[in-house]
């Protein structure tokens, strides 16, 4: 990871992506058990993008096929955890008294959630070329 020195503005590559280092402090501030649904979201997150760009290189049905089903059961498994989270999330919500940690864990959580729904749309739109659907 980089180092957490500098402006809010600065951005670190790590297990959350880039989060910007005042969104991870906040993270370190929520509860040790919302820091872990966070952090399964952020893997699945990123498991989703890595079994979606093999999707995305599948150039037929029968390659489709192969590679669709990995990515179906990680978005499954990522829907529980961000259900998870959420009501995580609003436990602290109810629970912390600072704001501001509140909103930039928040920022941080739509960002992750962000990631996966991009992933996501990628992968419908292939699917829906590969079998020439319209949305």
Not at 44 to 64: F, H, N, T
Not at 82 to 106: A, G, M, P, Q, W
Request: glycine residues 4%; proline residues 1%.
């Amino acid at each position: 990871m980089g180092s957490a020195e500098g402006t809010d503005k600065k951005e670190e590559t790590g297990k959350f992506g880039n989060v910007k280092s005042v969104l991870r402090d906040s993270i370190k501030k929520t509860p040790e058990e919302t820091q872990k649904k966070y952090n399964s979201v952020s893997s699945k997150s990123i498991s989703l993008k890595r079994v979606g760009e093999e999707v995305l290189s599948s150039s037929s049905k029968d390659e489709l096929k192969v590679n669709l089903p990995k990515a179906i059961v990680v978005k499954k498994n990522l829907k529980k955890d961000v259900e998870n989270l959420y009501t995580s999330f609003k436990r602290f919500e109810e629970t912390h008294d600072n704001s501001e940690d509140i909103n930039n864990f928040k920022q941080a959580c739509n960002k992750v959630i962000r990631h996966a729904q991009k992933s996501h749309e990628a992968i419908r739109n292939k699917v829906y070329k590969v079998y020439d659907k319209k949305r």
